[in-house]
């Protein structure tokens, strides 16, 4: 019987079968093969249920897709030229921010890639970059504000680590505070890079007029940051009150005051986002009913003693991680990846000693370079895609920007300090 599902499973997978299907299918043969209830199922979604950061998912995502839907890509494009244009290689700068700052407020990559990155490359090739480099720049900064709060792929794995519950504890508000010094240090990194490169580009000349007029039509979207990351990094109000925040001010703001997003457009919006909110409820309330079944069947226990007798030095245990990160970044969704490993790695690197936000950190850093990592990066082909170039052209344009990146990645795998700073205060 328990062969005869394996099979179906398999057959499943072979015909595409969601991931949420495949998850849930491998924890119930798993449970039936070890004689334990199916009880346990429900017990598990309803704890999910349960979780009271959950409701950050949903509003926060719908926050995202609602920004991306105005004109908010355009005036943060234009504000950070005005403010950022003046310095050697400025506008390239202001991409690296400007892409990083929308991928925290959408929480999506690819959508930075369309709405900024139409903006960005002819700007870039105009003022003297090569099409190669900006190429390279669009894509590879799609995925810079994964550690940026309020980004849901980091608020994700918090749920999930939380839930595992391997390690010492930690807050959400932690885990945005840990990913400030990595997030800066890319982007620092990456701008220094660009400015050794293209010191020869003419730079604009700061104009205060400008910025003025940046400042103005943008107005009433520069609070919102302002007043989320200072509210939450000063604890004044939770992570999910945040999420309320955010919505119900990104809502009035692009509705009832900028009128760009049209009420009668409001629903498929909120069908949208809600979509997306849906399938990774599935897959996480999925992947806890499986992670569920690892702990009975004490599967990463065994996972760590067979990795400790083949790695006992943690400093080649996290080599090995990139490695296998860097590869699962461009192989799966950021969400899939999520609800899949953690429950897999957390308690083994816990079982070295690293600590689960500087675990989360390293996470997320390598799905950001994995988003473009070749062959089949997410990004790759969303830029392939959206600027008609062959996907070769990609391959050859992100190399440079992911050297820079991996430096950057070797540095916050093995100095837990740039993550784990907030404990010092």
Known sequence: MILLGFAALLIAVLCGAPLYVVILGTAILGFLASDVSLVVIGIELYRIADTPLLVALPLFTFAGYILAEANTSK??????????????????????????????????????????GALLLPMLVQSGYSERFSLGLVTSSGSLGLLILPSVPLILYGIVAQQVNVGESFTIRELFLAGLVPALLMIIALSIWASVKHRSIPVTKFNARQVGKAIVAARWELPLPIVILGGIYSGFFAISEAAAITAVYALIVEVLLYKEVAIKRLPAVIRESMIMVGSIILILGSALVLTNYFIDAQIPQQLFEFINVQISNPIVFLILLNLVLLALGAVLDIFSAIVIMVPLLLPVAAGYGIHPVHLGIIFMANMQIGYFTPPIGMNLFIASYRFDKPIVDLYRATLPFMGVLLIVLVLITYIPQLSLWYQHF
């Open 75 to 116: 005036r943060l494009m234009d504000l950070m030229r005005a403010l950022f244009g003046w310095m050697p290689a400025g506008l390239a700068i202001v991409g690296f921010a400007t892409c990083a700052i929308f991928t925290a407020l959408t929480g999506a990559s690819g959508v930075t890639i369309v709405a900024i």
